[in-house]
């Protein structure tokens, strides 16, 4: 254990499902796509990028609030790289963090309230019922094959009063003035165009989050809050902080776009060389500091009923 309290991550392995597997025994592609930010083609270190434009957009003081009324287990899923789940650790020694991905690309050393473990969220889950006081879910829901399921399985296993939290990009370039026109030729629109459809041929939905407030209902959840921000592609904007962001994010695009767009795309018939091709013209647009565009990054939360015996943080004062 060093000064800060970390000590280092002994062994990885199954703790939802009934059968722990290792990496290498995930079938090819069982994330469709991961994230923007796909940690397993090697472009784990993008969701630092990705992480700086969430963070930034997320009220501190709002995500406190929640936070403060953990008493004890908190849960992210599709952790990836552990960025979140350990800044949470650090922040709420008190609690037990649990990060759980496909991939074992965690640091060796994290803080000792924190535990990563490879397995797969959108499988059944082998813990109780009402466990977990906090669930986290950031830029995997356009890989969710069956989005009823998993928030059926959220519920199980939220305690009483416990949260979900889900943040995603929906990656539709938008703009605020002339520059990007439903009718301007633009090669960053028309690729993700083509990843939707890929991603609709295997089974998933890129554009997930728009149903997430009404799936969130449906599922039983109560007191759901959302929020839109606007999250830049590139350096355009004139604000510091957004400008920032913009550039992280156009970063984490450039450096995974031949990660993400490799199964999508191929569910289309496309070849390796034809990707590569279309890339070029993608990349060029990201770059074009003429285009003012964004994303908007959706941050949703919503909480589970209270039942007899109260919920998270009942027993404070």
Known sequence: ??????????????CFNKEAKSDNSWPAG????SSIHDARCGQSSNQSFLSVVATSHVSRKRKKKKMSKLTKLCVT?????????IEVGDKYPNTTVTGIDL??????????????FVDDFDEEWVDPDDKYDFIHIRNVMHSVTDTKALLSRVMRHLKPGGYIEIQDLDITPLSDDDTLTPTTPYAL?????????????LGSHMHAVHKLPDELEAAGFEDIKKSKHKAPIGMWPKDKRLRLCGLFLRTAMMDGLRGVSQRPMAALGWTPLQIEMVLVNVRKALM???????FTFHVIYARKPLQAGGGPGSDEP
């Open 1 to 14: 254990m060093d000064a800060k309290g970390r000590v280092m991550l002994q062994e990885v392995s199954g």
């Open 30 to 33: 069982s994330r469709f796509m």
């Open 77 to 85: 899923a599709g952790t990836g790289t552990g960025i979140w789940a």
């Open 103 to 116: 991939s074992p690309i965690q640091p060796n050393y994290v803080p000792e309230n924190v535990h990563f």
């Open 189 to 201: 629109r028309d690729f993700l165009k083509y990843m939707a459809a890929g991603l609709a041929a």
């Open 288 to 294: 074009d500091p003429k285009v003012h565009a964004y």
